[in-house]
């Protein structure tokens, strides 16, 4: 069993920063791959950031490739996404998630675990 509790989450203006982190617990969190997902208002949840259990592999939603930065520390069971110029569209409630397995998955049905998400709010 993996529990996943997330934070981080605001109210930031376009252009700007934030750091969401995933804090996971179960002595297999190394083991698992893990992923940020997220669901806008009216919207179908959506991948946006995936990373295998080592840490040296990273898949991304086009969407934010090259502004988000999914990251581990398996020492201290945390995930991070580092979101940088962000905009409007990428208002969400942001989950993390994790699934058994090795490969970097990017629909909601591979998954095993959920956090509860923290809601992400741009302004223009």
């Known amino acids: 069993q993996v529990q996943l509790v997330e934070s981080g989450g605001g109210l930031v203006q376009a252009g700007g920063s934030l750091r969401l982190s995933c804090a996971a617990s179960g002595r297999t969190f190394s083991r698992h791959v893990m992923a940020w997902f997220r669901q806008a208002p009216g919207k179908e949840r959506e991948f946006v950031a995936a990373?295998?259990?080592?840490?040296?592999?990273?898949r991304y939603a086009d969407s934010v490739k090259g502004r988000f930065t999914i990251s581990r520390d398996n020492a201290k069971n945390t995930v991070s996404l580092q979101m940088n110029s962000l905009k409007p569209e990428d208002t969400a409630v942001y989950c993390c998630a994790a699934r058994n397995g090795i490969v970097l998955q990017v629909t909601n049905d591979e998954y095993d675990y959920w956090g509860q998400g923290t809601r992400v709010t741009i302004s223009s």
């Open positions: 990373i295998n259990w080592r840490g040296d592999i990273t």
